[in-house]
C-alpha cells in the first residue's frame, strides 16, 4: 500500500467495518492514547458487565474471548467456587445473552443510559462523582445498583464491555474499568487488537467527496460499502459520479456490479499473504491450491500499478518472492528467535505463525468522563436491534450456503433473517407471540419510512416493546444468498455520523400480510419448562407444559433426563439427585434379556466422547465443522423447512427458567454410537451394526432406505437423503424444490468448481440412504493408520475429531475410553457424578456423556 | 389316475346318502370299484369305501420340521460363525430373534410341501387334463365307477344290475 | 353319519336350493357377460389404479422426500396403509381356518371371498414395505441368499426382516389354501365350459375330477393347513406389530401390541368382509348363499373384537400411568390432548363406540347398518395405526425433534390407488371364479339348508336323499 500511495499520492486509504466500532476505537483513543482494541482477558474476570456486546459469537475476536471465557465456567470439582458471573445488558436475546448468568434487559435506546446508571453506581461506592445521564428503567436502575456492588468487590478482576457505538459511552465504560482497577490487568493495552480498525465517519465524507466529483478513481478491496452502508443509496448515486471504479472482489456482489472494472483477486486459499489480528501476533496466508482462475492477487495488483521496484515480474511468483524480502528486510529484525532471515521465513511458514515479543505497554485513564453525547431513550412504543448473527456476519457470509443453512443458534432458522418479536403466556394454554404473531407470519415492518416486508419468528427473552432481527440477509447480488431475508441496512440510523444498531418509531403491521405454514426453522419445540408466577405449591408454574396440550401436563418436559441444571451453590443438591439418578438408571438398566455385552469393547480402542456443557457456547462452529468435513449436503431453505434437513450434528436450545427472561441451555446432539444401540437391531439389511472400537457404523452402499433405524433411534440423529441433494446416484437430478434457484442454476453439488469443496476421504450419499454422525471415522482411520506406520501406539491426540478441533472452548473433548490418561476419561472423571448420558434409563448407553449445565445466577435480581 | 384306453362303467346317483348305501351294497358284494366321484366331500364315504387316513399330515410335519431346522440352522450358522456381526448389544447367537423366522419356515415349508406332495400324489398339475367321466360330477351327481376292460359281458350286467339294484340315476359306458 | 346337532341351528342356505340349483346360481356370474354395475366399478377402480401407478413411479423417479414424511417421523401414511392392509387381510384367513377348526359352518357362505380378499389385501399391503424403500431398486438386498459380497447376509434381528419371511409365508400359504380350496370349483365351472373358456379352466383346475380318494386327501390338506394357517395369521400380524412394539419409542414400546393388532386385525378384516360381501350379494343376487346370519354372525365377530380392541385401548391408558414412567405417560397424554387429538378420538369412536351398536340384535341384522358400520370400522382402523405411528414419533423422547406431519398428494394418491388396485383385484375374480365355496356349500345343504331346517324345514336333515326332494315338485 505504502508503495502505491508514494507512486500516487492523492491516495486515501478508507476503511470501514462491516460492523462498526469506531466510537470504540475513538474513545480509546481519547481515554488511553492507543487507537486500537485492547486485550480483553475474559478468564481473569471474575465479574464480566457486556452492555450489548456479543463477545462470544461476533464482536470483535470471539474466539479469543469464548476459549478464555470458557476458562470461568467448568465445574473442575464439586466445589466450584471459581466460577465467573456474567451479566448481559441487551433487549434480544443474542448468543452471548444466551450463555449469560442474568440478563438485564433495557431497550436498544436505553443503552446509554443503563452505562450511565451503571457508571453513577459504581461511582458512588469508589468515590467518583455522579455524571448524571438519561434515566434506564427502574427494574434495570435496581439490578444497576447490585451488580456495581459485585463489581467493586472483584476489583481489578472484573471486566465491563459495551458495543455502543457512541464515543460519549465508550469513554464512560472505559472509566468504569479504570474505576474499577481493571485498566491492565483484564483491559490490557500491552497487546492491541487490530482486528477493528474503520470509522464509517470516513466514508460519509467520501461519499460527499464523490458527489461533488473530488474522485478521479476508486478502488474497492474487501468491502461491499453499496450493501453494508445504511446511506448506501447516497453512497451508490455517489460512486456513479467516479470516473474509474475497479473492485478487487471476486464474486460479481452489489458493488463490484456498479464498477467499471474488475481486477478480480485470488481467493485466500490461492494467495500468499500475511496478517497481524493481534499486536505482535503474525500470521501466515499460505496457498493451497495454483489459481483456478484468470485472478491476480490484489496486492500484487497494486505494486504492479506502482511500478513498484521491488517486484521482480520474471519471477515464478512475484508476491511470494515480494512478502519473503519484506519478511526479511523488515520484520527479522524486530525479533530474536532466529537468527538468519531463512530461518525466520522458513520457520514461520512451517509454524503458520510467529509471535513478536510483546510490547509490555501500560496505559493511563486520562480526561473527564460526561454523560453529555450519550444517547437518550427514544420512547417509542416499539423499537429494534439489528445484531451481526456468528454465521452471516453482515453479509460477509452470505453466499456460503454451509453458513446459510447453519440454524442461527437462538432462533433455530435458516436461510434468511426474521424479525424476532417478544412472546407472552395467555394464563391458559398458549404461548403466544406479540401482537398473536406466530412463527411463518409475515409483516409489514416501516421505520424511517423504509418498509419491509419480514417473516416472524417468537423469540423467547426479547424484551416487550422491543423486536429485532439479524443483518447480513436480503443480498442483491453475488451468489447463493440472494433473496433470502431483507436487507435491514438501510434502517440504521446515523448519530454524529456513526451507525447505531438500533432504531425507534417502529411501525408494524396489526395483521400479518401474509403466512407460510413452512417454518425453516429446524426446532419445532423451544423450551424444557419455562415459567410464569409458582403454583400453589411454591413450584414454578411452567407455562409450557401447560402449552403442551388441554389441561397441560406436569412434568412432560421437566422430567425428562435429557438436560440437569442448577445453580452453581446448589451443586452438593445437584450431585445427590444425579447419584441418585445415576442408581436408579443402572438398576433398569440390569433388566436385559440378552446378557451383557461390555467385555467386547474391554480391549483395544474404544472410542467415546464428552461434551461440557458449561464451555458450549453454540456458536455452531462444530456443526459447520461436520459438514464441511462429511460431505453433508445443503437443502435449502424449503426443504428444511420441511424438516428434511441433514446436518449431522446440531445444537438444540432449550429455554428453561423465567418466560420473560429464560436462561438458555445449549446441547450438541450427535450420534451417541450407543453399545446397545436401537438402530443396529431394526435395520433387515445390515447396513448399520456396532465395530469393535464402539463405533455404530453407517454402511452407505447396503442401505435400502426403510428409516427403520431413524425411527427407532431415541435421539433423532439419523438423516435420511430423501431427495437427489447431492446428484450422486443414478437418478438425474430432479428436485426443483429443494433449491431456490431458477432453472438455469445448478444444485450446489452438481457444479464442478462447488464439488471441489468435497473430502475425498468421505464417501457422498445418494438419495434413499441414512446417514448420521461417523465419529469421524475417516480420521480414526488416519489417526490409526499414522501410528501404525509410526510403529508406535496411538496416542490421545492422534484423532480428533471435526467438531472438536473447531470448538472455540474445548467443550468436546473424543478419545479412547480404554487409555486410562486420555482427556476424554479424565475430564469424565473430573465430573464425577455430573456426567451423565442422555437418556440414561432408556439402556442404550451411549457412548457419549454430558456435563450438567451449571449457571451462576444472581437471585437477588429480579431481571 | 393316469389315463391310459380302458373301458369304464359307471353310474351316477342324485344324492349322498343313495351313493353311501350303493357303496355299502358294493363292497359287501366285493365288487371291484374303481373309484367313487362326487361333487363335494361325502362324510361317512372313506371308511365305506375302505380308504386308508391320509398320512399328509405326517408328510407336513416332517417337512415343517425340516422348515425350522433349516431355518434355525442358517440362522445360527450365519450370526456365529459365516460373519457375526455387533447388532445392538445383542449376543452372536440371539435365539430369542430367531423365534418368528424359525416359525414362518416351519409354516412355509410345512404348507408348500404338502401341497406340492397333495398335487403330485394326486397327479395334478396345472394343464393336466382331467379324466373325466360325466360333467354333471362336478355338478350334481354322485358316481360310482368300475373298470371293465378286461371284464366279460356277463360280469357287466352284474354291474349293471347291481347299479339299477340301489338306485343309480343312470349308468354308462367309456372308453378312456 | 349322523351328527350331533344342536337345536339352535341357523339357516344358511335359504330358498330350498338343490345341489344343481346352488351350481348354477354360483357359477353363471362367471358365465354371463359383465353388467353394468361391474363396467362402471371396475372403470372407477381402474382409473385409481392407475393413479397409483403414476405416484408410484412419481416416488421412484424423484424419491421419498416427494412424500411428507421427515426426520423425526420417518414413518406415516407408508407404514400406516400397510399395517392396515395387512390387517384387512387376516381375516379371510381366520374365515377360512380358524372358522374351520372351530366347525362353524357359516364360514362356508362367506369363505372363498374373505380369502381373495386377503390375498388382494396382502398384495396391496405388501406394495408399501416395498416402495417406502429409499432405494427400492436395491430391494432384493434383503433376501438372504449367498452372493459375492462376503457373502453378505440379513439382519436376522430386524422385525421388519421378519416381516419378510412372515408376509410372504402368509402370501404363499394364503395363496395355497384359498387356491387348493377352489381348484374344485374351478372344476365345476370347467365342466359347463366350452371352447377356449374351457381350456383355460382346465389348465387352472389341475385335472380334478371329484374322486374320493383326492377329497380324503384334500380335506386332510385343508385342515392342516387351517390348522398352521391360524398360528401362522397370529404370527403374522404379532410380527407386524413387532415393528413397533420391539422399538423403544414410548407408545410402541409395549407388550400389549401383538394380541391388541391381532384382535385389530380380525376386527377390521371382518369389517372389509361385511363391506365386499354386502355389494357383493347384492348385486350377483347371492343372498341366499350368503344370508342374514351370515351377517349377523360377522357382525358379532366385529362387536367381540371391537370390544377387546377398546380394552386394549383402556389398558394402555392404565398401563401408562400405572407405570410412572414420564415418557410414556406424556405418549398417551399426548395421544388423547395433543396435536393429533382428533386422530385419536376419531379412533375411539369408530372402533369402540361404534360396534357396539351390534349389540342390539335388529341393527346386527340391517344391511344398511352393517354397510355403514363395516366402513366407520375401518375409517377407525385406519386411524389407530396413524395414531400409533405418526402422533407417536411427532413427540418422543428430545423434544428438540419434534414436528409434525402432514401427507402430500403422492401418498393420498398412493392410498387411494391401493384401495382401486384392491377392487380391480377384486373384481377379476368375481369374473372368474365363484365367489362362493360351491362344494363347501353343497357339503352343508342338509344341515343348514332352508328345506331341512329352520321354520319351513320340509324335510328331516341329513338322511333323505334329495332325489325325493325333487319329486316332491321342488
Redesign the interface.
Known sequence: MGEFMAKYPNTRVITYDPVSAAALLAANEQSFGQRAIPSYHFDQADVIVSFNADFLGTWISPVEYARAYAKRRKITDKKMDNMSRHYQVESHMSLTGSNADNRILVKPSEQGAAICALYNEVAALTGAGSIGGPKVNDKAAASMKKVARELVNAKGKSLVVSASNNVAEQVIVNKINDLLGNINTTVDFGTLSYQRQGDERDMVRLIEEMKSGQVAIAIVWGANPAYELPNAVAFKEAFAKVNTRVSFSGVMDETTSLCTHAAPAHHSLESWGDVEPKEGHLSMIQPTIAPLFDTRQAELSLLMWADSPNLNLEDEQPYYQYLKSYWASDLFGRQNKYSTPTAFWDMSVHDGVFEMPASGRTVSFNGNVSSEGVSKPSGSAVEISCFETVNIGNGQYAHNPWLQEMPDPVNRSVWGNYLAIPVEWDGVNNINGWQNLTDGDHVDVTIGGKTLNCAVVRGFGQMPGTVSIALGQGREAGGCGVGYGVNVNPWLGMNGNLIQYYAGDVQVSDKPTSTDKNVPCVQHHHTMGVAVGKEEDGKPYFVDEHAIGYKGFAGALTDRSIIFQAHVNELPELGERMEKFHEEAGHLNQQTLYPDRSEFFGTGLHWGMYVDLNSCIGCGACQVACVSENNVPVVGKNEVARHHEMTWLRIDRYFYGDLENPKVVYQPMMCQHCETAPCENVCPVNATNHSMEGLNQMAYNRCIGTRYCANNCPYKVRRFNWLDYTTADLWPANEERVFHVSEDDKPFYADNLVRMVLNPDVTVRSRGVIEKCSFCVQRIQEGKLTAKKETRALADNDVRTACQTACPTGAITFGNLNNPDSEVNQKRNNAGAFAYQVLEEINTRPGVKYSAKIHNSNEELNS | MVSESKKVLYGLYNDEEDLKSAVKQARSAHLDILDVYTPFPVHGLDPLLGLQESRLHIIGFIFGAIGALFGFGVMTWVFTSDWPILFGGKPYWSVPAFIPITFEMTVLFCAWGMTITFYTICGMWPGVKAPTLDNRITDDKFCIAFDVSASSDGQVDQLKGFFSKSGADEVNLKSM | ?S?AVAPVRHVLIEGDK???R??EDLVSPTEKAPTREWMIAFTIAAAFLGLYVFAIVWTV??????W?????I??AWDITNFVWWIGIGHAGTLISAILLLFRQRWRTGVNRAAEAMTIFAVMCAGQF?IF????????F??A?FPNTR?????????????D???I??YF??SL??WY?GL??DL??V???ATGFRRKMY????????????????????SL??AG??T??VL?VH??VS??FA????PGWHTTIFPPYFVAGAVFSGFAMVQTLMVITRKVLKLEEYITLNHIESMNKVIVLTGTIVGVAYLTELFIAWYSGY??E??AF??R???IY?WAYFGMMFCNVVSPQLFWSRKIRRSIWWTFFLSIVVNIGMWFERFVIIATT?AR?????????YRPTWVEISIFSGTIGLFFVLYLIFTRVAPVVA???I??ILKVAGSQYIGPNAKHQHG?????KQ?ESGH
Not at chain 3, 462376503?150 to 421378519?162: Q, Y
Not at chain 3, 382346465?202 to 390338506?221: V, Y
Not at chain 3, 420391539?246 to 419409542?249: A, L
Open positions: 353319519m351328527q338343490s345341489y344343481h346352488i351350481t423417479w424423484k424419491g421419498i422426500g416427494e411428507g414424511a421427515n426426520r423425526t420417518n414413518w414395505p417406502h424403500m429409499g432405494r427400492v431398486w436395491l430391494a438386498f434383503i438372504p462376503g457373502p453378505l447376509w440379513v439382519n436376522f434381528n430386524s422385525p421388519l426382516l421378519w419378510v419371511f412372515a410372504s409365508t404363499s400359504v395355497l389354501f387348493t381348484v374344485p372344476a365345476t370347467r365342466d359347463r382346465e389348465t387352472f383346475s389341475f385335472g380334478w375330477t371329484g374322486s374320493a380318494k383326492h377329497w380324503q386327501r384334500w380335506e386332510s390338506l392342516i393347513l398352521i394357517s398360528p401362522l404370527s404379532t410380527i413387532f415393528d420391539t422399538s423403544i419409542i414420564i415418557y405417560q406424556f397424554y399426548n388423547v390432548f395433543g387429538w414419533l418422543d423422547y428430545l423434544p428438540s425433534s419434534w414436528s409434525y360351491i362344494a363347501e353343497k357339503s338322511t333323505e336323499s334329495v332325489k325333487d
